[in-house]
């Protein structure tokens, strides 16, 4: 997949999809960065020789390789020399033009399991509208939908996406969604990401300047090529409410254990949530406390969380960044399908839980169909945003970026909640931790640039702001 996600219209990059639709297996990663940082054509070709020799490849193996790319103006350069690449390996390939990145993840799943007892679709973008629809419509057990929807759709490749998945769905008249998209501007590509989508209302904490939602008005927003979604509203007073991956993911887990127990598989089915460090504190409360739920916590890395949640019967994650999706285990769908109600309301129960399946992207997260997800859930409790924020009130934090002379030493262990070295510093965090009441502290070093993250909560504003500055003062004097 050819896309730089929510980064600006001028960058590009590359994802890449493993033969089960989902992100690339940790370990070929390094093969790519040495193909990628070869420093001439000869070197390429020597680095590509080693690799098949090394990992036992035989190169006269017929290769496939399906790609797409998003709506960046360098899109059409980069698939013309990625084509030239698999020409010159012999490897036959299709084009699939425009699509969201979640979009290939399924095509690639559905072509690779066609035939078997595994198989997930039909592997078009029809097929794709096809399945999300049916399953929403499915899933939706004639509710009517408590007002509609404003999706911001970063000016990428989410909108036309979504506009023509629309027309799959049950119009306003049959009772279906009223889904407005804006932020939709394809044509002109400077325009991507710039002052929308959901990274930048995830990190500015406010809705796109062009937003003219009335208070409580349902608003969400995509990134660059649809695999992040976050909701947000006005409330009465105009106070900006953001409801990001954290609250999706509980309410998913809500609404799912609800289904099992309801469909009376509650004991035969394990039903998890995978979170990183950055989760609010609330949130994982909620989730043992409340919803009674275990959590896992992993690195930061959706495919840490993606890989946490397949232990699970029924998986939920989401990064707060609004990245996530549920995962189904073999064991589990077995079990829903094969499963007889008992009664007429277990039979409703079971007929949803089985939709959801259905209707979830289960290879990556998908804005597209997890915009659904959120719909269908609020569509069944009768809940507003208002509402859904009320379920649980977050903790004050705060991130704040250290610069550094060398990230490196800075290591972890925990799941990144603990600093192992340099030694000494995990234990005058747990110190000033200590003092403040919910007071929870880490840092981390950024994968990218010699800076550490230091993420901060507490029961104030105030105590968050102090926390977060005191620990990143300690990891300042320790990174001199």
Sequence with gaps: MITASHNPPDDNGVKIVDPMGEMLESSWETHATTLANASSDKALVEAYDQLTAHLSINPKAKARVVFARDTRASGPRLVSALVEALKATDTETTDYKLLTTPQLHYITRCLNTKGSSYEYGEPTEQGYYE????????????????????????????????????????????????????????????????????????????????????????????????????????????????????????????????LAKNAGLSEKLKVGVVQTAYANGASTDYITQHLKLPVVCTPTGVKHLHHAATKFDVGVYFEANGHGTVVFSDVALKRIFKYQPQSPAQHTALSTLRALTQLINQTVGDALSDLLLVEIILAHKGWGPKEWDLTYTDLPNRLVRVEVVDRNIFKTVDAERKLESPPGIQGQIDSLVGKYKNGRSFARASGTEDAVRVYAEASTRGEADDLAQKVAGLVKQAGI
């Design 131 to 258: 399945k999300t629809a049916d399953a929403f419509k499915t899933a939706m057990q004639g509710r009517k939908p408590s007002g509609g929807v404003i999706v911001d759709c970063a000016n990428g490749v989410g909108g036309p996406k979504l506009r023509e998945l629309v027309k799959y769905l049950p119009t306003i008249s049959e009772g279906g969604l009223d889904i407005k998209i804006v932020n939709d501007d394809v044509v002109q590509p400077e325009r991507l990401n710039y002052q929308c989508g959901a990274d930048f209302v995830k990190t500015g904490q406010r809705a796109p300047p062009s937003s003219q939602a009335a208070p409580l008005a349902r608003c969400a927003s995509l990134d660059g090529d649809a695999d992040r979604i976050v909701y947000y509203f006005l409330d009465s007073d105009e106070t900006f409410r953001l409801l990001d991956g954290d609250r999706i993911a509980t309410l998913a887990a809500l609404f799912i254990g609800d």
